[in-house]
């Protein structure tokens, strides 16, 4: 199987994941904080073929940015909020940039 199928689950070969221990060790906090985030649907993990949970590289850098809030005083249930908001935000400015480079570059012609 792959990161791709239907039931969510990943092979170890095909896709660079940690276990919750590893990813957790990896953010300088604990599992209960990965199981919370889970809970809040910031980060849904990843199966590997023995069904344990595993976190890609981009749930680590999502996670981490939580994490940072959190320290900061931010609960974590508006913590996955906001971080959730900040990454389509910083999704919504490429496709725009795009856009723009895109118009830029190929439509100098108006319209009339």
């Known amino acids: 199987m792959t990161a791709d199928d239907s039931f969510g ?27 919370a985030v889970g809970e809040a649907r910031l980060i849904t993990p990843l199966r590997s073929e023995g069904g344990h949970r595993r ?32 990454d389509q935000l910083e999704e919504a400015q490429r496709i725009n940039a795009e856009y723009r480079r895109a118009a830029a570059s190929g439509n100098s012609t108006t319209a009339g």
């Open 9 to 35: 689950r990943l092979d170890d070969d095909d896709y660079p994941a940690y276990t919750m221990g590893r990813a957790a060790e990896m953010l300088g906090t604990s599992q209960g904080f990965l199981r």
């Open 55 to 86: 976190y890609s590289r981009y749930q680590l850098r999502i996670a981490a940015r939580a994490r940072e809030l959190v320290d900061q005083g931010t609960p974590i249930e508006a913590a996955c909020r906001i971080v959730i908001l900040e």
